[in-house]
């Protein structure tokens, strides 16, 4: 268990290790094509984060990046084939972190969100551009910044 969310609920804690994967979904398949690049970038992202994430993520992360790759994989099956339909069931997941990230020390709550935002710009730049490479979708632009979460440094 995470210290930072004994504050929390059972079925919160769980949206929360979800996120890295619904926001991998949601950015990997936000033209309709999961592409492999994007996938395997999301799976090495989850696994490699623990190295390059912020200190007060690195129990989160052991977590979150535990078997992400099969997660990936129940996910995908579980949602809309067709990102017109799926990102809206995506976007409501997301949207609960609104009520999640005021729980949890602010300090942890602003550097998850920024690393998620982070995480959703990596697996967006991980194809397309020069050698697949530095440019990102019209479709991944639009869900780039996660609106759809208020930032916890503003509240």
């Given at each position: 268990?995470i210290s930072f969310f004994s504050v929390l609920q059972e079925d919160e804690q769980k949206v929360m290790f979800r996120i890295p994967v619904l926001i991998s979904i949601m ?129």
């Open positions: 268990m950015i990997a398949g936000a033209d309709d094509k999961f592409e492999k690049r994007e996938i395997s970038q999301a799976v090495s992202l989850a696994k490699n984060r623990l190295s390059n994430s912020r200190e007060i993520l690195n129990d989160y992360y052991k977590i979150a990046g535990d078997n992400f790759e099969e997660k990936l994989s129940d996910e995908i099956d579980s949602l809309p084939s067709k990102a017109a339909k799926r990102n809206p069931v995506i976007i409501a997941e997301l949207e609960k972190l609104n009520n999640i990230l005021p729980k949890l020390d602010k300090t942890f709550a602003i550097q998850f969100y920024e690393s998620m935002k982070d995480f959703a710009k990596q697996i967006a730049t991980s194809s397309g551009g020069f050698f697949g490479y530095l440019t990102i979708h019209p479709h991944e632009q639009k869900l780039l910044d996660l609106k759809m979460i208020r930032d916890p440094a503003k509240r």
